[in-house]
């Protein structure tokens, strides 16, 4: 299974950024996908998650209402649309797909996530 995250820069606050994570290697919508990100000094946590069947979403309460995932599981990529940036957002952002199909996942923790991508560094700057 390979991931593939691209769309990261740097960007003022207040700007837009979309991330973009494709995937191959076993049946895309199966699965969960989610968004992690990791700023220096600190530990990977959960930004966004959404269900193999695009049904249910999941934000940290750091991003909602400015951040929205999304999927497409006919082009095997999911998105991650960061709007009203903050330089606190700033961090190396992950993509990854979850251990379990179907739902049988929190969706929100790390253990969740058995692939991941190489990771995208988002800059904002105040």
């Known amino acids: 299974v390979q991931l593939q995250a691209s769309g990261g820069g740097l960007v003022q606050a207040g700007g837009s950024l979309r991330l973009s994570c494709a995937a191959s290697?076993?049946?895309?919508?199966?699965?969960?996908m989610g968004w992690f990100r990791q700023a220096p000094g600190k530990e990977r946590e959960f930004v966004a998650a959404?269900?193999?069947?695009?049904?249910?979403?999941y934000y940290a309460d750091s991003v909602k209402g400015r951040f929205t995932i999304s999927r497409d599981n006919a082009k095997n990529t999911a998105n991650l649309q960061m709007n009203s940036l903050k330089p606190e957002d700033t961090a190396v952002y992950y993509c990854?797909?979850?251990?379990?199909?179907?739902?049988?996942?929190?969706?929100?923790?790390?253990?969740?996530?058995?692939?991941w991508g190489q990771g995208t560094q988002v800059t904002v700057s105040s």
């Open positions: 990854a797909t979850t251990r379990d199909p179907n739902g049988r996942t929190s969706y929100v923790r790390l253990a969740d996530y058995v692939y």
């Open positions: 290697g076993r049946t895309f919508s199966s699965y969960g």
């Open positions: 959404i269900s193999w069947n695009i049904i249910n979403t």
